[in-house]
């Protein structure tokens, strides 16, 4: 509702009130004849248009809005004598109630307007631009108690069309309260903030920064009070609370970009401090010579996620110089292994030590020599523990080319020597026959396998160099025997004897 000079002014209520002209709908049924009903609503609008024609100039010329009557001429009167009055023509009066309607149905909407911005408390906001629209307004009934439609008309129009600037320009003035309301808080004014991303709400409900912005300005004094306190606790070195109380206000706000530098910050510094406090200790530990303990410490230093690099240099610096150690370790292994013959002792710690470093020469060289002189000690003791293989032809010549290599090595040591001798020894005896007895039931056909067939015999005697030997007896009747024997080198063989005992049974003649 509008107000001029603090009266309300609504001139279409006066005009109901005070006897406007009222139009009355009617119904047409369709029919094929006009009906009683049809009849009386055509006479009751002639009523009418004869009332407007003859009758409202009259009502007009005794009355003015808002419908009051107008006051007569008193005799003797001090009142200054008003012109005569010029009779309306029924044309001019019903353009004037044209003009009235149309200024009605402007003001409706102004109206309209009003109560939208009522509700929207255009008052917060827009007080200023509000009241000139209203002013406008004001200006308008004025106008329009005078009769005066066509200014009123002007006049409703101009404040319509303000009011509905205000309702158009509602996103503007919401954005405008956003800043201030954002202005507000980042000045730590929370109840300003407050009262502005409220009234941003109030004009957009489902304003996504105006929700935000009110849940954290209801928190804003809260968060304050716990930033002091943090910045505080940092002061005095405690970063562990300072932490928990920056975490805590991200909790309350958890677009508080402060408190989340913050954390950053204090995290950052932890992590120095956890990364600073390992390294030292690796370093201590690899004082101390406790070098594994040391590696575990700069390999925690390295995953901790800052200056990675610096722990992984350490780290390898104590990998490189328990390399090294390892290394001079392996090196006296290796010249303890070769004084003592123990060539694959040797073989092995060169093998270790080329993994810790491929590029080391002496165990290159030394791997090669080591290498060969373990395979010469692996094929002599074979040779050495098993001397019945020499009886093959193969195995003795290939023995034969193991002795003669031992027997170039310069300075070959007292276990080689003692291998060579005793080789040597195997290999004369070797190829030395002797005497084997063999003895049969003279009827048993005996074969010396891979060697000659001695036939039927009580006894006989054969020369037979060392070796593994089989005999095979055969007698019709009988079942075949078979007899392995050893010619030793350590002496006469024991006599050998070979013979069918075992009869087979006949099966002639059974059904």
Request: aromatic residues 6%.
């Amino acid at each position: 509702m509008f107000k001029s000079q603090n009266q309300p002014l609504n001139p279409l209520a006066s005009e109901l009130e005070h006897g406007g002209v009222a139009q009355k709908a009617f119904e047409v049924e369709r029919a094929k004849k006009p009906s009683r009903a049809m009849w009386l609503g055509l006479g009751s609008l002639v009523l009418v248009a004869l009332a407007v024609v003859f009758v409202l100039p009259e009502v007009v010329s005794k009355y003015e809005l808002p419908l009051e009557r107008r006051f007569e001429k008193l005799p003797n009167s001090s009142i200054a004598p008003q012109a005569p009055i010029v009779p309306v023509s029924p044309f001019e009066a019903a353009q004037q109630s044209m003009r009235r309607q149309e200024a009605q149905d402007v003001l409706e909407g102004l109206l309209n307007s009003q109560k939208q911005l009522e509700a929207l408390e255009v008052r917060s906001w827009a007080n200023d631009l509000y009241e000139e629209a209203l002013g406008l307004a004001a200006a308008g009934d004025d106008a329009y108690r005078n009769q005066e439609f066509v200014s009123a008309i002007q006049s409703y129009e101009l404040g319509a069309s303000a009011l509905s600037g205000l309702l158009e320009n509602l996103p503007a003035s919401t954005s405008q309260l956003l800043e201030e309301a954002e202005n507000a808080f980042n000045n730590f004014d929370a109840s300003l903030a407050l009262e502005l991303y409220t009234l941003a709400l109030v004009l957009q409900p489902q304003n996504q920064d105006a929700l935000i912005g009110l849940e954290r300005s209801r928190v804003l004094d809260d968060v304050v009070s716990m930033i002091d306190e943090g910045n505080a606790l940092l002061q005095s070195g405690d970063l562990t609370e300072a932490l928990d109380i920056f975490r805590l206000i991200v909790g309350l706000d958890t677009r508080n970009e402060y408190a989340q530098s913050k954390i950053s910050e204090i995290e950052a510094q932890i992590l120095e401090i956890e990364f600073a406090s390992l390294m030292s200790q690796g370093y201590a530990l690899r004082q101390r010579g406790q070098l594994t303990e040391a590696i575990e410490t700069f390999l925690l230093a390295a995953g901790i996620g800052i200056r990675e690099s610096d722990a992984l240099a350490a780290l390898q610096q104590v990998e490189t110089q328990i390399a090294n150690e390892r290394i001079r370790m392996l090196n006296t292994e290796i010249l303890e292994a070769e004084a003592e013959e123990r060539w694959q002792d040797a073989v092995d710690a060169y093998a270790e030590a080329l993994i810790i470093d491929p590029n080391l020469l002496f165990a290159i060289e030394g791997l090669k020599i080591a290498t060969q002189r373990a395979t010469l000690d692996r094929l002599l003791n074979r040779a050495i523990e098993e001397p019945l293989r020499l009886s093959e032809q193969s195995v003795y010549e290939e023995s034969l080319r193991y002795y003669f290599t031992g027997r170039d090595i310069d300075s070959p040591g007292s276990l080689l020597s003692s291998q060579l001798d005793r080789l040597q020894s195997l290999l004369e005896i070797a190829k030395i026959p002797q005497t084997v007895t063999f003895v049969s039931d003279n009827l048993t056909n005996v074969t010396l396998l891979r060697v000659r067939d001695l036939g039927v015999f009580s006894t006989t005697s054969l020369e037979l160099t060392p070796g593994e030997y089989v005999a095979v007896g055969r007698r019709e009747g009988y079942r075949d025997t078979r007899k392995e024997f050893v010619v030793g080198f350590d002496g006469p063989t024991s006599i050998v004897s070979v013979e069918c005992l075992e009869r087979i049974a006949s099966t002639i003649g059974r059904r």
